[in-house]
Nanobody, 117 residues
Framework: QVQLVESGGGLAQPGGSLRLSCAAS????????MGWYRQPPGKERELVAV???????TYADSVKGRFTISRDNAKDTVNLEMNNLKPEDTAVYYC???????????WGRGTQVTVSS
């Protein structure tokens, strides 16, 4: 089992920036995917950005050009740089880990991001 701890959420104004970080610990099998999902109020959880251990990335269309995912395999961390934030980015953001050759998915507890003037 992999433990994930997110940090860096908070309140930002429209057009502002926030940086989320996630630290993983436990038995981490590679190759794997690490990334971010979010759940807006009253909606389903959705993919934001994912990065494989080989460096390939997937972004939701709604965040392309504004959010950047990065990871450090040596430190078992994944980050999400969020720029030009919009009110519709308001959500609980969850860190997620999944080994490539396993169905076992680990989730963090989530961190709140609120974009409001």
């Amino acid at each position: 089992q992999v433990q994930l701890v997110e940090s860096g959420g908070g309140l930002a104004q429209p057009g502002g920036s926030l940086r989320l970080s996630c630290a993983a610990s436990g038995r981490i099998f590679r190759p794997d995917d690490m990334g971010w999902y979010r759940q807006p109020p009253g909606k389903e959880r959705e993919l934001v950005a994912v990065m494989s251990s080989s460096g390939s990335t997937t972004y939701a269309d709604s965040v392309k050009g504004r959010f950047t995912i990065s990871r450090d395999n040596a430190k078992d961390t994944v980050n999400l740089e969020m720029n030009n934030l919009k009110p519709e980015d308001t959500a609980v953001y969850y860190c997620r880990h999944k080994p490539l050759y396993s169905t076992l998915v680990s989730w963090g507890r989530g961190t709140q991001v609120t974009v409001s003037s």
